[in-house]
DNA sequence: TATGAATGAGGTTTCATTCAT
DNA sequence: CATGAATGAAACCTCATTCAT
């Protein structure tokens, strides 16, 4: 009897999949055995390794999904017309940020896993550096739209600038989760105050 | 051989943390074995055991080790008289961070690892929140004395500023080890970048 | 082989109970391993460990085997009608002892295991606790028919007499185990001569 | 630096033991470690092993000493003149066993386990073996009196007399130990109530 | 004589994964 | 398609004992 709805098929993947982010947003991957799974999914092992072929994959899977919650929602922030200013931009972010931190999935606890993971498996590594890549170049052409708008200087280096706004969202993920101490409003503010200052060393050129 | 000197301990302390920096650097906490560690020290397990009682406790020894190597550097940094401009300070520790990644003891690669860890275990997470906060104030003091020097406006939000700063070298770190396709003098251009941005939303005020 | 047979656990239970049984009449609980289990048995770790979650739970298991298979007899014996004399029931409770450790399971060599074991393991102290006074009471109840068939003086403290008959049977196990030169029989004349005894010290009432 | 006086010797020997003796009536011989005795003790690994060659050495000059104690007690109740009635004697010794059970060194509290102990090592098994038929005799001997004197039947087998009294001795001590209801008095009051019982069958001769 | 650092085999238990049913 | 019993290597850690100092 197989001729198993596509439908189905999608259904199984997704209760594997929540039940795995359940476990290891509580416990860790490491932590997290099969066998958790298979209790938390309410699946045989048999089950789940038809849809997955290894716990390896599932962690991809789910690191995947959450890459691509926020790649979509980052790439419509920044390229809405007309081009938002920084301050907002970063603070829309660290929002979703947050949302997706405590809402049910609470997918974000588990993207310092994540970039631990990508350090030593390297066909993870490749996919988390390939997606990476392609998330902070929507930050690089954001600065040349600001460029573009002279909002920047003209001279500016939009692939610094891009790595470098880009480079702040993993601190506010590991303020927000493991200090906790840090509001997306707060952290706006910061950045104002950085872009207010004029604390900058002589021109090197 | 009884009644060993404090020297011998202390090295063969040392000896025990050097060999499982290199295999946490190579194969990550997890992957890394007790038997990798005996064999990368040339000690024995007893003996190792002798030195830290658990391996939890040889990643806490490394962890402190890093932070309080970083800690040292930055606090005398952001402490130099006159106060240093932002793009110095933050491209100073860049630089710190790169040569903490590519040196010997390659400590800095372990970082997303501890992250990691520090979400899971909870005796480590208020170890390195501990740590994290105290870091982070060095950052909110430097502002202060930012807006002491005139060098940011009289009414900055000094705290918040000094998180969104902190918060720049986790991404750093993060872009450096997994893409590794940044440099301290860009992430510094990047940051010149920001600071001369016009791109702010109204002030809210 | 899922989906299998209540029959078949339990004859996968018993397998291993049986194996562990033998090995711990070999050797003791201590010095029997778990490999060696597992050797005995011909099951692979993972196997045994499906079915008890530790050795002791496995020891526990086979002392609630054992202390059940010897408390049905004694009730059987302590029960019939008309009550039998002293030295009979004590006869056939030795007896059925000796045959308890010899027999195939040699159950009753792992008795004074047990008892050194619940003097230092709480959880199984208690269990063994709990069944040796339920046990004991058979004999009180026991004195109590006695009592009542006029064999035993009327004012007998029955629970002093039960304790004190139940009592006999350690020292039965213990001779018979260590020395080895004591019999069923030779127990039971014994105890004659103690019951046809005028050497008591004069009434202190 | 030799010559160490006998004294000073039997201090040491003492030391080691007293400290043993602490740790296995907390935990048990295994769950006690050498570490434990180390350190209860004061004493370094090396000097304890000048002492005594091997842990099993250590129970074994325990139980020696333990075994001493009581059967000197007990030749010194069963020889006693003139020959002291039944109760009289089991009361005696019971009382002592409770002393050596609470007493400081809760030296009973390590019978059951040199039981088992003797079950699976041979020459520690060899060692009780002889000591228990040793101080077995003397309850023989004490039966032999109690005829000569007429308080038991002229026909009385002693040896089998003996040996049912000798087995009072384990019962008492695991019902103390294990479960603790049990006091020499009442234990005494039972085994009147057995003397005065008429419940035997008849007489098979 | 005394020290205590060192040994390293061996302890129990877990786990990702497979495959007969 | 689904089940879940079974595998067995490998994980972390302890321990009685030795011997250079």
């Known amino acids: 009897m197989p ?5 189905h098929l999608e259904r199984r993947r997704t209760q594997i999949l929540d039940a795995a982010r ?7 991957f490491h932590e997290t055995s099969m066998q958790d799974i298979f209790a938390e999914s309410g699946m045989s092992a048999g ?12 962690i991809q899977a789910l690191a995947s999904d959450a890459i691509g919650g926020l790649a979509v929602y980052v790439a419509d922030v920044l390229a809405e017309d007309p081009v938002p200013p920084l301050d907002d931009a970063v ?4 929002s979703r940020i947050t949302s997706m931190t ?24 490749d996919y988390v550096r390939e997606r990476m890549t392609g998330f902070r170049e929507l930050w ?28 702040m969202l993993p601190g506010f993920v590991i303020q927000y989760l493991l200090v906790g101490d840090i509001t997306p409003e707060e952290f ?11 604390a900058l060393a002589p021109d090197p050129a």
Do not use: H
């Open 188 to 198: 706006r503010r910061g950045l104002r105050a950085l872009a207010s200052s004029t």
């Open 22 to 28: 359940t476990c290891f947003v509580r416990k860790g």
């Open 3 to 7: 001729r198993v709805s596509e439908e």
């Open 140 to 167: 690089v052409i954001y600065v040349e739209r600001l460029r573009d708008a002279g909002m920047v200087p003209a001279d500016t280096d939009c692939r610094a600038a891009g790595k470098a706004l880009f480079g």
């Open 102 to 125: 405590d809402g049910l999935g609470a997918t974000m606890r588990l993207a310092p896993q994540a970039w631990a993971l990508a350090l030593y498996n390297e066909e993870f590594g």
């Open 91 to 94: 603070g829309r972010l660290t």
């Open 47 to 58: 089950a789940v390794y038809r849809y997955f072929k290894s716990k390896t994959e599932i």
